[in-house]
T-cell receptor
Framework: KAGVTQTPRYLIKTRGQQVTLSCSPI?????VSWYQQTPGQGLQFLFE???????NKGNFPGRFSGRQFSNSRSEMNVSTLELGDSALYLC??????????FGPGTRLLVL | QKEVEQDPGPLSVPEGAIVSLNCTYS??????FMWYRQYSRKGPELLMY????GNKEDGRFTAQVDKSSKYISLFIRDSQPSDSATYLC???????????FGKGITLSVRP
C-alpha cells in the first residue's frame, strides 16, 4: 500500500497570506490527524477528522482549520499567516484513529 | 507543568551501548503509550505501542510502563548507527483520543 502523502513538501509564504496543505491518507484509512512540529514546542495536535467530521481538536486559534472529503483526503488551511506559523506540518492517517501512520510533512516558512 | 515531559538531550552513545529513553507524565487518565522514531526530514514512525503497565519487547527494543509512577521508558539494546534519530514518546487517554507527544530526544550512535 502507498503511504501517507502530503503536498506540497515545501512552501514559502509571507505574513498575512493564507495557505492550504493537502494530505492523502493510506487507502482504507478513515481518520486523518494534523500536527504542527517546531523545535520549541515539539509535536502539537491540531485536529482529527473521521468520516468527514472533526472528532478531536487541539488548542490552536481559529486561523487553523481543516476539512475532510468523502474519499478521506484532507486539507488544512491557515489564514493570516504569522511568523510563528513556520513549522513542519504533519498529517497522520489510521483506520479508526488508533495506530497512526505519518506522512513526510510539509515544511512551511513564513517570511 | 506540561502534560508530558521528556529528557531534552541530545544523547550520544557508542555503538553496542544500551540506551534508556524516558518520559514522565502528569495526566493519570493516559492509558495508551507509544514510542515513535523520526529520522531527519521524515515523519515519525511507530516503534512500540503499549496499554498495560509492565514490559513489552520487540527485537532490540523494550518499552516499559509504570502507571503508578507515571513513567515510561524505551530501552534499545546493542544500539546501531542506524538507530540515530529523534525518539518521541506519545500517549492518549482513550483509543481514539488525541495523541500528546513529548518534545523528543535526539540520539546519536557513534560507530
Amino acid at each position: 500500500k502507498a503511504g501517507v502523502t502530503q503536498t506540497p513538501r515545501y512552501l514559502i509564504k509571507t505574513r498575512g497570506q493564507q495557505v492550504t496543505l493537502s494530505c492523502s491518507p493510506i487507502s482504507g484509512h478513515r481518520s486523518v490527524s494534523w500536527y504542527q512540529q517546531t523545535p520549541g514546542q515539539g509535536l502539537q495536535f491540531l485536529f482529527e477528522y473521521f468520516s468527514e467530521t472533526q472528532r478531536n481538536k487541539g488548542n490552536f486559534p481559529g486561523r487553523f482549520s481543516g476539512r475532510q472529503f468523502s474519499n478521506s483526503r484532507s486539507e488544512m488551511n491557515v489564514s493570516t499567516l504569522e511568523l510563528g506559523d513556520s513549522a513542519l506540518y504533519l498529517c497522520a492517517s489510521s483506520p479508526q484513529g488508533e495506530t497512526q501512520y505519518f506522512g513526510p510533512g510539509t515544511r512551511l516558512l513564513v517570511l | 507543568q506540561k502534560e508530558v515531559e521528556q529528557d531534552p538531550g541530545p544523547l550520544s552513545v557508542p555503538e553496542g551501548a544500551i540506551v534508556s529513553l524516558n518520559c514522565t507524565y502528569s495526566n493519570s487518565a493516559f492509558q495508551y503509550f507509544m514510542w515513535y522514531r523520526q529520522y531527519s526530514r521524515k515523519g515519525p514512525e511507530l516503534l512500540m505501542y503499549t496499554y498495560s503497565s509492565g514490559n513489552k519487547e520487540d527485537g532490540r527494543f523494550t518499552a516499559q510502563v509504570d502507571k503508578s509512577s507515571k513513567y515510561i521508558s524505551l530501552f534499545i539494546r546493542d544500539s546501531q548507527p542506524s538507530d540515530s534519530a529523534t525518539y518521541l514518546c506519545a500517549m492518549r487517554t482513550g483509543a481514539n483520543s488525541k495523541l500528546t507527544f513529548g518534545k523528543g530526544i535526539t540520539l546519536s550512535v557513534r560507530p
